[in-house]
């Protein structure tokens, strides 16, 4: 057997290095002198490169072939050693493929091993050419010039499976296919979850987000993502990849536009029942539609360099905040302009007052800025006096109380109405400890763009502990109804539990046991640690809409203990929620508590959470966390004492700071957590359900995930505006995507997450069907988005980004706000460009 050039004898290896070179000078000359001499043709087509890529070459004054069986494909299969024995299969499959639907999408196929069609004009009669195979240098250094001028002239390539090993010291055929092979590679078929992530591209649109078929699967030398545009990719978790798999994203299938052309690779396809399968054949025609030039589809749209982060606002000059105030959330009006908020912590030039004796303890400025795309700057909207600096809290030194949330009327452009979530100093009770927090309606005055401060509606308030450190929360988000959505934290401390359930009732000050999560979030009286759900009306009150988790009057014992606002109980600190604007489908985050390991005395780890909430309910929180698994109870004398588990499904709030019903809804499993180990950790469980808890039994089941100091940022649902004449916008391959994030870099997720489709992504609990990771189109690092605070989408279809900075408590020249936009170009092939007359007029297919 011939070896693998990783395996060739090193006294080669200057001679192939030799080669290397003289090849690549005899190709250029090669490529040149046809493409001068005009004897290499190809389908002629028109339009200018993508942004970004190299100008194709001349186009050949061809005209474009029409549709039906003079659309034809050349299938090459030839090999250095023994032929592979998925070729009959594929050819066959390919063939009848190319039968299928309409006569507008029929074409032919000649298939052979013979390299020297490449060096001759007749390729050129080709709307695409396959690589069945690959092994090895499978052509001369003319032979591979032809298939050079073929794609620079517009033609369309299709790489199947071993193709990635042929021309293994071409680097041009390496851009062309996209990834070569890695050294170590699994030996036999496997059963495999592939991960459809583009559901737009014809080679996709029509197969199962979690496709689980058998195949040989390939590792990669380098990890293609973010330079080719993936559209599927194996579940790292489902097989066994051996060593030198990479890490959990791994790629089997993209496309790109190269070179002039059109280029699709997939790693399946290698073995000979792959071509009997129905959604593979499906698989391969579609990526056949797009390069015969039989459909559009956008192979940009994933690729990094496609994307432009750019910061909108300067550090603030010394001493001010003229440009941001400590950053806590964004939001965008219609005509474009973003409203984003500090939420107290003024620059470390401030003063700060911690103590309890002085009236302007905590006291901070809680500012609202608008940035402007007329004039491409940021004003100072208006202030608010805000319990929000340093002061108070845990030994009062921190606090994360201020203002915590905006939101603007549906009716914004005409009432100008801003909706703010905020903490007033001017309310604080120095002795107990205790503050109000509100939700306001102000005026914008929008021909100065300045709030007008005594036009304040106090739509709703409740009363918050303010003696310990904290959770405070903050989102909001309306759905199509104009309901306004507002989380709240469990105003909790987060000791006194060494990191576990916030459950132990013995510290209290004046009266309030603020490490009891009990006393909040589980309770169905209280409005903290929830999701709140509102109808604003226009005189500064509001209704309740129907849905809720409670209507205000249940009679079960004795009545008067529920509150109608709630939606969701059982969050810890949703600082970041949001409703898709299709489907009014709620999704929050929220951040764990710190334990960093899980406890088989106590229960789980730190899970910081995601959900998908399609109706009201409670997500466990203080008893039970990730996929329902259940937390110790411990209660007075001794808290330091376990006693039993909490039953997930038959949860009693039998905590004596309770004010609210004891019988509670039961939790209900949450789509995404993750810890320090990693994402979505699981474990064996005993016959009442109680996981072991035990390290070495853990599974994790999402394995894009991975924590550490970690602060889980929900982030929107992208709807793709096709009527929208932005140039900016977020193509539509992120349609209905959801991104989930962390304030931190580095391993903690910044991620587009797909959730299975039909009834099985609406169950509670249901993993993500697909993740792809953002971090090098939402920049991380020291010259990125370090801290991500809040992420949102404009009208424009931009994302806008609040980086919070690098320090806690405050801001800092770091303290930003970001637009990303896209810069990729529209779906190639163009209009005018498609082999189908009939699509010559511009429909997307």
């Known amino acids: 057997m011939r070896p693998e050039p990783h395996q060739r004898p090193s006294r080669l290896r200057g001679l192939n290095t030799l080669r290397k070179r003289r090849r690549g000078r005899r190709l250029a000359a090669l490529v040149a002198g046809a493409l001068a001499a005009g004897l290499l043709s190809a389908p002629a087509l028109a339009g200018p490169a993508p942004?970004?890529?190299?100008?194709?070459?001349?186009?050949?004054?061809?005209?474009?072939?029409?549709?039906?069986?003079?659309?034809?494909?050349?299938?090459?299969?030839?090999?250095?050693?023994?032929?592979?024995?998925?070729?009959?299969?594929?050819?066959?499959?390919?063939?009848?493929?190319?039968?299928?639907?309409?006569?507008?999408?029929?074409?032919?196929?000649?298939?052979?091993?013979?390299?020297?069609?490449?060096?001759?004009?007749?390729?050129?009669?080709?709307?695409?050419?396959?690589?069945?195979?690959?092994?090895?240098?499978?052509?001369?250094?003319?032979?591979?010039?032809?298939?050079?001028?073929?794609?620079?002239?517009?033609?369309?390539?299709?790489?199947?499976?071993?193709?990635?090993?042929?021309?293994?010291?071409?680097?041009?055929?390496?851009?062309?296919?996209?990834?070569?092979?890695?050294?170590?590679?699994?030996?036999?078929?496997?059963?495999?979850?592939?991960?459809?992530?583009?559901?737009?591209?014809?080679?996709?649109?029509?197969?199962?987000?979690?496709?689980?078929?058998?195949?040989?699967?390939?590792?990669?030398?380098?990890?293609?993502?973010?330079?080719?545009?993936?559209?599927?990719?194996?579940?790292?978790?489902?097989?066994?990849?051996?060593?030198?798999?990479?890490?959990?994203?791994?790629?089997?299938?993209?496309?790109?536009?190269?070179?002039?052309?059109?280029?699709?690779?997939?790693?399946?396809?290698?073995?000979?029942?792959?071509?009997?399968?129905?959604?593979?054949?499906?698989?391969?025609?579609?990526?056949?539609?797009?390069?015969?030039?039989?459909?559009?589809?956008?192979?940009?749209?994933?690729?990094?360099?496609?994307?432009?982060?750019?910061?909108?606002?300067?550090?603030?000059?010394?001493?001010?905040?003229?440009?941001?105030?400590?950053?806590?959330?964004?939001?965008?009006?219609?005509?474009?302009?973003?409203?984003?908020?500090?939420?107290?912590?003024?620059?470390?030039?401030?003063?700060?007052?911690?103590?309890?004796?002085?009236?302007?303890?905590?006291?901070?400025?809680?500012?609202?800025?608008?940035?402007?795309?007329?004039?491409?700057?940021?004003?100072?909207?208006?202030?608010?006096?805000?319990?929000?600096?340093?002061?108070?809290?845990?030994?009062?030194?921190?606090?994360?109380?201020?203002?915590?949330?905006?939101e603007l009327d549906p009716d914004f452009a005409s009432n100008g109405w801003v909706y703010l979530h905020y903490t007033p100093h001017s309310e604080i009770n120095r002795d107990t400890h205790m503050a109000e927090r509100r939700v306001s309606r102000f005026t914008l005055d929008q021909s100065t763009n300045k709030l007008v401060m005594d036009s304040e509606k106090v739509l709703l308030k409740w009363p918050v502990q303010i003696h310990s450190c904290c959770h405070a929360g903050g989102g909001m988000a309306w759905d199509s109804k104009k309901n306004l959505y507002i989380a709240t934290g469990d105003n909790n401390s987060s000791r006194f539990s060494d990191g576990y359930s916030g459950n132990n009732p013995e510290p209290k000050f004046k009266g309030v046991s603020f490490a009891d999560a009990r006393r909040t979030a589980g309770n169905t009286n209280n409005l903290n640690g929830k999701i709140l759900r509102i109808h604003p009306e226009s005189d500064g009150t509001y209704t309740l809409p129907k849905g809720n988790l409670f209507t205000g009057e249940e009679p079960d014992e004795g009545g008067g203990k529920t509150r109608g606002e709630i939606y969701v109980m059982g969050v810890r600190n949703p600082a970041r929620i949001a409703v898709d604007p299709k489907t009014d489908t709620l999704y929050a985050g929220w951040v764990g508590p710190d334990a960093g390991a899980p406890s088989t005395t106590w229960g789980p780890a730190k899970y910081d959470t995601f959900a998908k909430i399609t109706k009201a309910g409670n997500q466990g929180w203080p008893y039970c966390m990730g996929n329902n698994q259940p937390y110790r109870d411990r209660n007075l004398p001794d808290p330091s004492k376990p006693l039993g588990w909490y039953d997930c499904d038959n949860l009693k709030n039998e905590s004596p700071n309770n004010d609210g019903l004891v019988s509670i809804p039961p939790a209900r499993p949450n789509n995404i957590w993750y810890s320090p180990q990693g994402g979505g950790p699981d474990f064996p469980r005993d016959a009442n359900g109680v996981p072991?808890?035990?390290?070495?039994?853990?599974?994790?089941?999402?394995?894009?995930?991975?924590?550490?100091?970690?602060?889980?940022?929900?982030?929107?649902?992208?709807?793709?505006?096709?009527?929208?004449?932005?140039?900016?916008?977020?193509?539509?391959?992120?349609?209905?995507?959801?991104?989930?994030?962390?304030?931190?870099?580095?391993?903690?997720?910044?991620?587009?997450?797909?959730?299975?489709?039909?009834?099985?992504?609406?169950?509670?609990?249901?993993?993500?069907?697909?993740?792809?990771?953002?971090?090098?189109?939402?920049?991380?690092?020291?010259?990125?988005?370090?801290?991500?605070?809040?992420?949102?989408?404009?009208?424009?279809?931009?994302m806008y980004v609040l980086d919070y900075g690098r320090g806690f408590f405050t801001s800092d020249d770091k303290s930003a706000l970001w637009r990303v936009t896209y810069k990729g170009g529209a779906p190639t092939p163009l209009p005018g460009d498609m082999a189908d007359p009939a699509l010559r007029k511009g429909a997307s297919r």
């Open 51 to 406: 942004d970004g890529a190299a100008s194709p070459a001349p186009r050949l004054n061809l005209p474009s072939p029409p549709g039906g069986e003079d659309v034809r494909v050349l299938v090459f299969h030839g090999a250095t050693g023994e032929e592979s024995p998925t070729v009959n299969a594929g050819i066959e499959a390919i063939e009848k493929i190319g039968r299928q639907g309409p006569a507008s999408e029929h074409f032919t196929i000649k298939a052979t091993d013979d390299p020297s069609i490449f060096a001759k004009p007749r390729l050129g009669k080709f709307n695409a050419v396959v690589f069945l195979t690959g092994d090895g240098d499978v052509l001369d250094p003319e032979q591979e010039a032809g298939l050079e001028s073929y794609m620079k002239a517009g033609g369309g390539f299709l790489g199947v499976h071993d193709a990635a090993r042929a021309e293994p010291y071409s680097d041009w055929f390496t851009g062309l296919i996209g990834a070569r092979p890695a050294a170590k590679n699994p030996d036999k078929a496997q059963r495999a979850v592939v991960e459809v992530g583009d559901r737009n591209h014809p080679a996709t649109k029509d197969l199962p987000v979690e496709w689980k078929r058998p195949d040989k699967w390939l590792n990669w030398a380098e990890n293609p993502s973010g330079s080719v545009h993936t559209v599927a990719r194996v579940r790292s978790n489902s097989y066994d990849a051996g060593e030198g798999a990479g890490g959990w994203d791994r790629p089997v299938s993209w496309c790109r536009d190269y070179d002039g052309g059109r280029s699709f690779y997939t790693g399946m396809g290698g073995t000979a029942a792959s071509y009997q399968e129905t959604d593979f054949r499906s698989h391969l025609r579609g990526a056949l539609m797009w390069t015969t030039r039989l459909a559009r589809a956008d192979c940009q749209a994933s690729i990094t360099d496609n994307y432009k982060a750019e910061r909108l606002t300067q550090p603030n000059q010394p001493g001010k905040s003229d440009q941001i105030g400590e950053p806590h959330g964004v939001v965008t009006a219609k005509d474009g302009r973003a409203f984003y908020i500090g939420r107290g912590g003024a620059d470390a030039s401030q003063p700060v007052v911690t103590d309890w004796n002085d009236p302007d303890t905590g006291k901070g400025k809680g500012q609202i800025h608008v940035w402007d795309p007329k004039t491409k700057k940021a004003t100072l909207a208006g202030e608010l006096t805000v319990f929000g600096n340093k002061g108070g809290g845990d030994e009062l030194v921190k606090n994360e109380e201020g203002l915590l949330g905006i």
């Open 692 to 798: 072991s808890y035990k390290l070495g039994e853990q599974k994790l089941t999402l394995p894009w995930l991975k924590g550490g100091g970690q602060a889980a940022m929900n982030g929107p649902v992208y709807r793709y505006d096709a009527d929208s004449a932005s140039k900016d916008k977020w193509p539509s391959y992120w349609d209905g995507k959801w991104f989930v994030g962390d304030l931190y870099d580095g391993e903690q997720p910044r991620h587009a997450v797909v959730m299975p489709e039909g009834a099985a992504g609406e169950k509670d609990g249901a993993l993500p069907a697909h993740a792809e990771s953002l971090d090098q189109i939402i920049p991380v690092g020291d010259g990125g988005i370090r801290n991500l605070m809040d992420w949102r989408f404009g009208p424009d279809g931009a």
